[in-house]
């Protein structure tokens, strides 16, 4: 009877201790946080059940109730750019929160490219050693994956400085302090990537059914991987245990260790799809952010039609997770590199996107390294990026992009061709102008000599006298690109041939 009552009595405790749970906030919150200005800041957490939740910040207070599972949401009026602040939350206990700033909020996510550290860019120990920006926060979002969507997620706000820049993403850390310099307010960067990581993995449930016919397809890929798994599992850790052997003599030795070798596809459940949304976006969302920026399409590259409905409806998905259908989205498109396939294609794709409204894209055609691909100048590719935050989100009257293909016109034997963003002029860099391939029906595309006339490119080959069809650095690593505005931004490679119409 005596332990019986002692299981009761703790049921009992249990249960109460459940329904007064301590109130928290959502994992992304944080002292030396960046909140986003002149826009409703969402804030949330836990409590218990049907608690009444008070948060004061700057000269407000608001209230609201919990709901039955204990969940909580609120808006904060939109603040100006300042601070530091501070901020309490209160229910059963009181969370206080101090260092808080307004100012400018971007989210920084995609592959291997985006999280490329600071450390291992152009210049490291010069940038690391002048990384002084009290005012700029980071928040790394570490690792994680997950079959449902995760509601919190891990991770600390710190101010930039040369102790807390080095591991961080060199583009999200150039694009910022670009904005941070020219803008004079405080600049929030989240990160959230994983290296070699497709699109699909990023997307929601719902974001990855709306992709259309891409999403058959690739769950059509996961179930073959799966029919593999279990030999893949069998390879992996016959090297596996080679390479512990190979690690163990080389520590014996005094020498450096072997790299362990990595999962196979396979095996690689991080990478299905919604995985790294549920792990690493959905608790981050709703925080209030400006914007995305987004550099990712190298691990697509062998299906590239897929990405053709898989990124657009990312940048859906994401605008509706956040409620936001007007949030900038800016994304880089892929650097030259040697021996890839589908790399001309995904480019492509990454052009044809931006009739998507409130995107731009930096091109980094002349920037990349032909035989890495992570190219250590990142600096470039953040400044490209805050171009088009500064011209398309704050509107400043500069030019933000390169020569974009616009529309071309059949002359006899030869092709002209009219671009966007050339309003400054075209310019060639160490001419004569290369790079261009015109074809006719048969679309057997041949070098063809090019020229600029009247800001229009005039293109023609001596073997095609009824040309149809150009494209212009159609190549994973086409060197020979060197088409240019005034502004210095390199001309986007394309093609007007319908590579992609059977699919």
């Not at 700033?101 to 050693?129: D, F, K, T, Y």
């Not at 963003?421 to 057997?444: W, Y």
Request: charged share 20%.
């Amino acid at each position: 009877m005596k332990n019986q009552f002692n299981i009761c009595l703790l049921f009992v405790l249990i249960l109460f201790s459940s329904l007064n749970a301590d109130i928290r906030l959502a994992g992304i919150f944080g002292s030396n946080m960046v909140l986003q200005r002149d826009m409703p800041i969402a804030v949330w957490g836990q409590a218990s059940p049907e608690q009444i939740v008070t948060v004061v910040f700057v000269d407000q207070k608001v209230k609201t109730i919990s709901d039955k599972q204990g969940r909580w949401r609120l808006l904060l009026s939109p603040v100006a750019a300042g601070g530091p602040y501070k901020m309490a939350v209160s229910g059963d206990n009181t969370i206080e929160l101090d260092n808080i700033l307004v100012g400018e909020v971007w989210l920084c996510s995609g592959q291997s490219n985006m999280g490329w550290p600071v450390r291992q860019s152009l210049n490291a120990e010069v940038e690391i050693a002048a990384a002084q920006y009290p005012h700029i926060r980071i928040f790394q979002t570490p690792r994680s994956f997950g079959a449902e969507p995760d509601s919190d997620i891990k991770g600390t706000w710190r101010a930039c400085s040369p102790d807390t820049i080095a591991e961080f993403s060199a583009v999200a850390y150039f694009f910022g302090r670009e904005l941070h310099n020219t803008l004079n307010v405080p600049v929030g960067l989240i990160h959230s990537s994983w290296g070699g990581s497709p699109v699909e993995a990023w997307l929601s449930e719902c974001g990855f059914i709306s992709s259309g016919t891409a999403h058959k397809s690739v769950l059509d890929h996961w179930e073959y991987l799966g029919k593999i798994k279990d030999n893949q599992q069998e390879q992996h850790d016959l090297k596996m245990a080679e390479w512990q052997e190979q690690r163990q003599k080389a520590r014996l030795n005094n020498e450096p260790e072997p790299r362990a070798p990595n999962p196979p596809p396979a095996l690689r459940d991080w990478f299905r799809p919604n995985r790294l949304y549920n792990g690493m976006i959905h608790g981050i969302i709703p925080y209030t952010i400006r914007g995305v920026i987004w550099y990712q399409g190298e691990a697509n590259a062998r299906k590239p039609w897929e990405y053709n409905y898989t990124f657009p409806a990312l940048i859906e998905d994401w605008r509706n997770q956040w409620n936001d259908p007007k949030m900038p989205f800016l994304y880089v498109q892929l650097a030259n590199l040697e021996g890839r396939t589908g790399w001309p294609e995904i480019r492509q794709i990454q052009l044809e996107s931006l009739r998507i409204p409130n995107t731009a894209m930096a091109v980094a055609i002349d920037i990349g390294d032909p035989h890495d691909v992570h190219p250590a100048n990142k600096q470039e590719v953040g400044y490209r990026l805050s171009l088009a935050a500064k011209a398309k989100v704050y509107g400043y009257d500069i030019e933000f992009s390169g020569p974009l293909f616009q529309k071309f016109t059949i002359e006899d034997s030869r092709i002209r061709i009219y671009f966007d963003h050339a309003e400054t002029g075209l310019v060639i860099r160490n001419g004569p102008l290369r790079g261009f391939e015109v074809a006719g029906h048969d679309q057997k595309f041949y070098p063809a000599k090019a020229i600029v006339e009247n800001n229009t490119v005039l293109v023609s080959s001596e073997r095609v006298l009824n040309p149809k069809e150009v494209r212009y650095g159609w190549l994973p690593n086409p060197e020979e690109c060197n088409l240019y505005n005034g502004a210095g931004l390199p001309a986007s490679p394309f093609t007007t041939a319908a590579y992609l119409d059977e699919h």
